[in-house]
């Protein structure tokens, strides 16, 4: 017997039923996006590795420690699987020149890579759905997708999800609050962990983000980058306040939300649930005016957000929200193969017409159908007798209404019929 093969760690696979609710979130999430006349945009999962170096920062973590990089062995190219979406879009606009005609909003939803020790909400091979604005550069449509969010947690029932926001200002005013953190932390060099000794003159804003406890009370007393904000930034940050406050959205402003990628400017923000553990934030994301450039367009703004299906789903979960179970309008049932040439004519009828059935297949008794066609959940049983095909007709009986009573109906032409199956 050959060696069972498992899937790589961390890489999982998705089975019915727990598919369906993927495909119930996935089919909320693109009616969202019909209501907020966002586009869908596909990129490559594989994209050249300086892709993500230019575009994340070098001494991001994705970066130096979770991208699966590797050589093509055809021709040489460092490629990278796609560690999240944002760059991806972005290089997309700029190697086509969509932003010619006006400002474009996208989304996208697929898969994401990261080389780190699989646990709760993170694994090797993670699914996002992210949103792209791109040519906007007002503080309305930093709110616009921010209420967004709001809307899809409405949509999925989620009602325990809190909003932070900062500004990270522009890059002269953050090169100003960088040089006085250094200071800070040097001051203190004592209680820096190796992570914050080795982001100390690379990404001291990314120290702010630690989660280590001894150095919670030293991080509470650094500088905030929101004292070396410019009218400019001030200004933005207070418009985007205004518009939340209009829209009764509630928010706690965090000046230690800095997010984890170099690009970004000005607004960011995330929504934190206290249902996950350590792993609390499932959407974050904020403006990026100057990636544009960056990857080799010409100078335009940008603002989006990422967020963890897995995380989400697990949100949903603990908090006891039930996504509608896919069940089949009716199941026919063959007690004689015979019939079945007539069967499968009426069955693919009726889905055509729009009608969920499932027929049976193998076999067996009647009474073995009939239980199968109560597993289903199906609302009707088609019974595809002897007796009922010799008379030009099926019998339609109903499985969740007891006082209902069963019926034929013609074999002739099943689309007269087929809307009495739909859910009212």
Same mark, same amino acid.
């Given at each position: ?34 209501? +907020?006349? +966002? ?224 690009? +970004? ?114 609302? +009707? ?44």
């Amino acid at each position: 017997m050959a060696e069972k093969i498992v899937a790589v760690k961390g890489m999982n696979d998705i089975l019915p039923p727990e598919s369906a609710r993927w495909e119930w979130f996935e089919d909320t999430v693109r009616a969202l996006m019909r209501r +907020y006349a +966002y586009l869908n945009v596909r990129t490559p999962i594989v994209e050249h590795t300086p892709l993500f170096v230019r575009g994340l920062g070098e001494v991001t973590d994705i970066v130096e420690k979770e991208m699966y990089s590797f050589e093509d062995s055809m021709n040489g190219d460092q490629l990278s699987l796609r560690p999240e979406g944002t760059a991806g879009v972005v290089r997309a606009i700029v190697e086509h020149s969509a932003l010619y005609e006006g400002g474009k909003r996208l989304f996208y939803i697929g898969p994401m890579f990261r080389h780190e020790k699989p646990q709760r909400g993170r694994y090797r091979q993670f699914h996002q759905v992210g949103v792209e604005a791109l040519g906007f550069g007002g503080p309305d449509v930093d709110a616009e997708v921010i209420l967004m969010c709001r809307a899809l947690w409405k949509d999925l029932g989620l009602g325990e999800v809190r909003l932070d926001i900062n500004s990270l200002g522009q890059p002269e005013e953050r090169k100003a609050h960088r040089a006085a953190l250094i200071a800070h932390f040097e001051q203190h060099a004592e209680l820096l962990d190796e992570d914050a000794r080795r982001r100390l003159h690379s990404n001291p804003l990314r120290i702010l983000d630690t989660k280590n406890p001894n150095m919670q009370a030293m991080v509470e007393a650094a500088p905030q980058l929101i004292d070396y904000l410019g009218e400019a930034s001030l200004k933005h940050f207070d418009a985007l306040k205004a518009i939340l406050d209009a829209a009764g959205q509630p928010y706690r402003v965090n000046p230690r939300l800095v997010r984890g990628m170099d690009y +970004y400017n000005l607004t960011v923000f995330e929504w934190v649930t206290d249902k996950l553990g350590a792993q609390g934030t499932i959407c974050g994301g904020g403006r990026y005016d100057g990636l544009v450039e960056l990857i080799g367009g010409k100078p335009a703004p940008g603002i989006g957000w990422g967020m963890g299906i897995e995380r989400v789903l697990d949100l949903v979960h603990q908090l006891g929200v039930a996504p509608p179970a896919p069940v089949p309008d009716a199941y026919a049932v063959v007690p004689d193969a015979a019939a079945l040439p007539q069967a499968v004519r009426v069955v693919e009828a009726l889905r055509a017409a729009g009608v969920s059935v499932q027929l049976h297949a193998g076999g067996g008794s009647m009474k073995s159908q009939f239980k199968k066609a109560d597993a289903s959940q199906a609302r +009707y049983a088609l019974i595809f007798g002897g007796d009922e095909l010799a008379r030009g007709e099926v019998a339609v009986k109903p499985l969740r209404d007891a006082a209902a009573a069963q019926c034929t109906r013609t074999i002739a032409d099943p689309a007269s019929w087929a809307s009495e199956l739909l859910p009212a």
